[in-house]
T-cell receptor, first 114, second 110 residues
């Protein structure tokens, strides 16, 4: 039973380019969370999605960042016009149910902006 | 969600029990205590959670004081692979996000 799959594991972008990070939740999970971890810092919640719905985006930067979880396919975190400060590890987690604190995390996608 | 306070770092000898404390003095009645850990560069891993009663699973035990203002995560026989940052998180089941603080960096030594 595969866990949460994230790709790419490592992504290098130049300033101004776009970054797309993908997350396939565990089988049977319909709830997806995205977290960001800056170097030497803790994990910060970004957004919580269910299929075709953004439920809580209180941690998302107001500009350049967007997330979706379509009916078919993985969840996508999109960062437009990346800047050096976007360099971080981005973790996706999934769960079976609403309001549960038991999340299953992927191994993360590490974005480096040159 | 209530705030938690954890020591910045702890050491433990391999094979001994690791006892990681957490203070959550402002916890409210509907808030659960969750523990996660993050081994270097990996995704966080759920360990255990509880509301009032002590809990035990294959990974650890969680002891919650009667007034619920503090708790202790116990790894009964620590191994080198238990070296990680351990996060104590208080969360109500009406919320969505888990808010990770700075955690405790546990170093298990040979």
């Amino acid at each position: 039973n595969a866990g949460v799959m994230q790709n790419p594991r490592h992504l290098v972008r130049r300033r101004g380019q776009e970054a797309r990070l993908r997350c396939s939740p565990m089988k049977g999970h319909s709830h997806v969370y995205w977290y960001r971890q800056l170097p030497e810092e803790g994990l910060k919640f970004m957004v919580y999605l269910q299929k075709e719905n953004i439920i809580d985006e209180s941690g998302m930067p107001k500009e350049r960042f967007s997330a979706e979880f379509p009916k078919e396919g993985p969840s996508i975190l999109r960062i437009q016009q990346v800047v050096r400060g976007d360099s971080a590890a981005y973790f996706c987690a999934s769960s079976t149910a609403d309001h549960t604190g038991e999340l299953f995390f992927g191994e993360g996608s590490r974005l480096t902006v040159l | 969600d209530a705030k938690t306070t954890q020591p910045t770092s702890m050491d433990c000898a391999e094979g001994r029990a690791a006892n990681l404390p957490c203070n959550h003095s402002t916890i409210s009645g509907n808030e659960y205590v969750y523990w996660y850990r993050q081994i270097h560069s990996q995704g966080p891993q759920y360990i255990i959670h509880g509301l009032k009663n002590n809990e035990t699973n294959e990974m650890a035990s969680l002891i919650i004081t009667e007034d619920r203002k503090s708790s202790t995560l116990i790894l009964p026989h620590a191994t080198l692979r238990d070296t990680a940052v351990y996060y104590c998180i208080v969360r109500s089941n009406s919320g969505y996000a888990l808010n990770f603080g700075k955690g405790t960096s546990l170093l298990v030594t040979p």
